[in-house]
């Protein structure tokens, strides 16, 4: 085991270090982040975990003010320490640290446990580290008719209108943490915290959000990556518009990845059921239970893992049978109950604006409430009405200004690492399309793509292909690329342990 790593001094001009044509902000004075550990909390596990913070400037274009705010990070020492491994579970908004025991504990083959150190850190405004986001009020959600028709153009410019005060107002409230959340920022927190622990270079895992941190970093800092994993990438010219216009046509293609492994009858009573749905609602107690949006909200975020194939085509078969079968009480009954286990609890109020917050930070366009209406309604033109919700992160920047923190990188370019990465890819990937990966593989000389056919959101791991998984682990191990780029079949998920 390495013996503790002593506080480091870091200097901005080290950190500021990027790449010819890459937008960076203006030199500034040295500031010297400091790493200290800290007694670990009781249910911590494993024993060996060590808990530290690293002290960073507030915004890393003006270190030399004073301002700063700490990074919560745990260290996990492997036999051999044989460097760093670290991720980003994605988002934006998601908690290294939160899901870092899991995958530690429950997904990482033994041997890449025992080569790396594995690190786990929540982003700055997320979990543990600072500057956190409070006061504001639960975002609003569109008001949408049961049943009828929609006229999206108005719906949406509304929701884009509300949305916009609800932001603006949250952002006002927080001027001391809210500008300073995105990903410009957050790289350069990463490579001081490589520096802090002593890593001559990371082996970096990024999901989903974590991509465009890959990106960034690997456009800011190349030298400092032995091994970059890129799963579940968004698009690297992305935009708010991109983000948003593009969603429905990957719900569309989750579904019908889905139903290639899993019966291709199941789209087509998806579709008759959400036509029954347009004109009826089941509901209990005189309240609305099952309607078109909660069905088909419910069905498409299921579709991000594999895992739950099994209850989706219950929830599916279950509720054709209630509407279009044997409808009955019990029937009806059945169906809410199948829909309703496919439910994902609500994020706190103030947590949910850091989603907006980091994306605005990173992406400087802003459509207007009337673009925000037109690509509802070309949505459910296209595909249908329930696949306007997918559009709703066009309304994710309204209210805010367009340019209170550096963009990430958006020009194309050609990234050279001294070994490329490997680009895991689903096939039916709902929430960032395989399109969106293709074209950052093709950002990176050299890169590999993995593609998988499921609608997987985030593959690696979390799916258990062999296919997928071995040859990753061993990129990862020894900086062995595949040969070409690779498909791989889809691998059922083991049914889930009977309830004690």
Avoid at 120 to 128: A, C, K, N
Avoid at 299 to 309: D, K
Avoid at 349 to 369: E, G, K, M, Q, V
Avoid at 391 to 401: H, V
Wanted: proline letters at 10%; charged letters at 15%; one cysteine or more.
């Amino acid at each position: 085991m390495r013996p503790p790593i002593p506080a480091v001094l870091v200097t901005l001009g080290l950190l500021g270090a990027g790449l010819t044509g890459v937008a960076m902000a203006p030199a500034a004075s040295a500031f010297e982040p400091t790493l200290a550990y800290v007694t670990c909390p009781d249910d911590v596990q494993p024993a060996s975990t060590r808990c530290a913070e690293l002290t960073v400037p507030l915004d890393w274009q003006t270190p030399e003010d004073g301002r700063t705010t700490k990074i919560a990070l745990r260290v996990i020492p492997s036999a051999r320490s044989g460097g760093g491994l670290t991720f980003n579970p994605g988002g934006p908004g998601g908690s290294g640290i939160e899901l870092g025991a899991y995958v530690y504990g429950d997904l990482l083959p033994r041997q890449v446990r025992e080569r790396f150190d594995f690190v786990m850190w929540d982003p700055r405004g997320v979990g543990l580290s600072g500057p956190k986001l409070s006061g504001c009020d639960s975002k609003p959600n569109p008001l949408l008719p049961l049943t009828g028709p929609v006229d999206w153009e108005k719906t949406w410019s509304d929701h884009a209108v509300a949305m916009g005060a609800a932001l603006s107002d949250c952002f006002a409230k927080n001027p001391d943490s809210a500008p300073y959340l995105g990903t410009w920022q957050v790289v350069r927190d990463m490579e001081a915290m490589r520096i802090a622990l002593g890593y001559p270079r990371w082996n970096f895992w990024g999901m989903s959000y974590g991509t465009r941190i890959a990106y960034t970093y690997a456009q800011t800092f190349p030298k400092s990556l032995r091994t970059l994993i890129v799963d579940g990438s968004l698009w690297p010219q992305e935009t708010v518009y991109k983000l948003s216009s593009q969603q429905p046509m990957a719900w569309q293609s989750a579904l019908q990845v889905y139903s290639s492994v899993m019966g291709r009858s199941q789209t087509r009573k998806f579709e008759q059921i959400l036509e029954v749905l347009d004109d009826t609602y089941i509901e209990v107690d005189g309240e609305p239970v099952l309607t078109r949006w909660s069905f088909a909200g419910d069905i498409f975020v299921a579709l991000g893992g594999q895992e739950s194939y099994p209850a989706i085509r219950e929830g599916i078969n279950t509720v054709y049978d209630a509407l279009l079968g044997q409808p009955s009480p019990r029937t009806r009954a059945a169906a809410v109950r199948a829909v309703e286990a496919l439910d994902d609890p609500e994020p706190d109020p103030s947590d949910s604006y850091l989603f907006s917050f980091i994306n605005c930070a990173d992406l400087h366009d802003r459509p207007t409430p009337e673009m925000a209406g037109q690509v509802a309604a070309s949505a459910a033109r296209d595909y249908g009405t329930t696949y306007a919700m997918a559009t709703t992160n066009i309304s994710s920047c309204q209210g805010l200004p367009a340019d209170y923190s550096p963009p990430v990188p958006s020009a194309w370019t050609r990234i050279s690492l001294s070994t490329p990465p490997v680009v895991v890819l689903s096939l039916g990937d709902r929430a960032t399309p395989w399109l969106w990966g293709r074209t950052m593989a093709n950002q990176y000389a050299g890169s590999r793509t993995i593609t998988y056919n499921s609608s997987q959101h985030v593959t690696y791991l979390f799916a258990p292909s062999p296919c997928v998984n071995s040859a990753v682990t061993a990129y990862l191990l020894r900086r062995t690329l595949p040969r070409v780029n690779v498909f791989c079949p889809f691998t059922p998920s083991p049914a889930p342990p009977p309830p004690s």
